[in-house]
C-alpha cells in the first residue's frame, strides 16, 4: 500500500505558474501509475493528467494540455505536475492518485489518493 502526500498549492494570480509535488511511502512506487486529478466546489473531481510507470508516457485533459506537464521521479518516490500559463478556471484542490497497472483517467480507477492541495488562481 502507498500513502501520498501533495504539496505546493498556493494562491498565484493569472498567467502565472505553479509546482505542485506528490511525495509517495509505502513502497513499490515504481509500480504504480499515477494520475493528477482536481475538484472545484460544486464539481466533480476531473482528469488533470496521467504518467505510466515508467515515466515513458504521459497523458492529458484537453483543458491542461500544453500548459500542464507531469514528470517522476522513481528514485526518490515522487510525481510532480508543472502548471503553467494558469488560469482562473484551474482553482481546485489537486490530489496525486497512484494505481497499478496501466494509467487511466476515471478517479475511481484509482486504489491510493492524497489529503489534496489547495490551488488556487486569481484573476
Known amino acids: 500500500q502507498v500513502q501520498l502526500v501533495e504539496s505546493g498549492g498556493r494562491l498565484v494570480q493569472a498567467g502565472g505558474s505553479l509546482r505542485l509535488s506528490c511525495e509517495a511511502s509505502?513502497?513499490?512506487?515504481?509500480?504504480?501509475?499515477l494520475g493528477w486529478f482536481r475538484q472545484a466546489p460544486g464539481k466533480e473531481r476531473e482528469f488533470v493528467g496521467a504518467?505510466?510507470?515508467?515515466?515513458?508516457?504521459?497523458y492529458y485533459a484537453d483543458s491542461v494540455k500544453g500548459r500542464f506537464t507531469i514528470s517522476r521521479d522513481n528514485a526518490k518516490n515522487t510525481v510532480s505536475l508543472q502548471m503553467n500559463s494558469l488560469k482562473p478556471e484551474d482553482t481546485a484542490v489537486y490530489y496525486c492518485?497512484?494505481?497499478?497497472?496501466?494509467?487511466?483517467?476515471?478517479?475511481?480507477?484509482?486504489?491510493?489518493w492524497g489529503q489534496g492541495t489547495q490551488v488556487t488562481v486569481s484573476s
Open positions: 492518485a497512484a494505481k497499478y497497472g496501466t494509467t487511466a483517467q476515471a478517479p475511481g480507477q484509482y486504489a491510493y
Open positions: 509505502g513502497g513499490g512506487f515504481s509500480s504504480y501509475a
Open positions: 504518467i505510466t510507470w515508467s515515466g515513458s508516457r504521459t
